[in-house]
């Protein structure tokens, strides 16, 4: 199996193989704690205006928006878990756009990448069995970064992480999670930032191997072409 670890959207360009569209503060771990709570399936989307144009066709759905760590204007939550795990999403839709986790998996979609799961730290465990059951040829962990645009610590650490669990490697899991505090976690400990990135989001977002299921990209036919959507797959994985 060859794993290669990408980096940001021009990462996410390049991916082929199963790919990992990696997100840890905090897009998918938003995601996972959404569907923890009960979300029926999740629509990443790209531009902003698309998502308002999901939410206006079912305004039943839970639209959440976020761009720069904030919560978008109109959007029913912004990218928080602390929020979504205070939400009730019981069988509901969710509509998801990000600056960089839902940017990765639209770029990936269109370069072509056999099969797309999104990653984080709380599923990290779950995404390495599916990958290790499915057995692909190339293996493509793309850490986002930044807004797509700079590396940061935490998705790498992730990407990092999820590499030695498919190589049956020791990883010092914990002594990097305590690092984070001081490199890459600093922003949700700055009373100026308290609004945008709450202090509890941080011990939910390293709350390693915290759910067993994976989020996998499918393609849902829609009236004029296509449209992507995230299901949870729950385990045995086959």
Sequence with gaps: MKIQILELIEGAKRAEGLTVIIDVFRAF?????????????????????????????????????????????????????????????EG???????????????????????????????NAGAVASYILNKRPDTVSLVAMGKAGLKSVPEDLLAARYIRALLRNEDFPLEEEIEALRYNGAEQFFDPALAHIFPREDYPLCVAADRFPFVLRVEEQKKEGGRQLVIRRIDPPFR
């Design 92 to 122: 509901k839709e969710m509509i998801h756009s990000t600056s960089a986790g839902t940017q990765g998996i639209v770029n990936a979609a269109k370069a072509g990448a056999q099969e797309i799961l999104t990653g984080s730290l709380v």
């Design 29 to 89: 771990t938003t995601e996972c704690y959404a569907f923890d709570r009960g979300a029926a399936l999740c629509y990443p989307v790209g531009e902003l205006e698309d998502a308002f144009a999901l939410k206006r066709e079912d305004p039943a759905r839970i639209l959440l928006g976020e761009r720069g760590g904030a919560k978008v204007e109109g959007c029913d939550l912004g990218n928080s878990p602390w929020d979504a795990l205070n939400t009730d999403f």
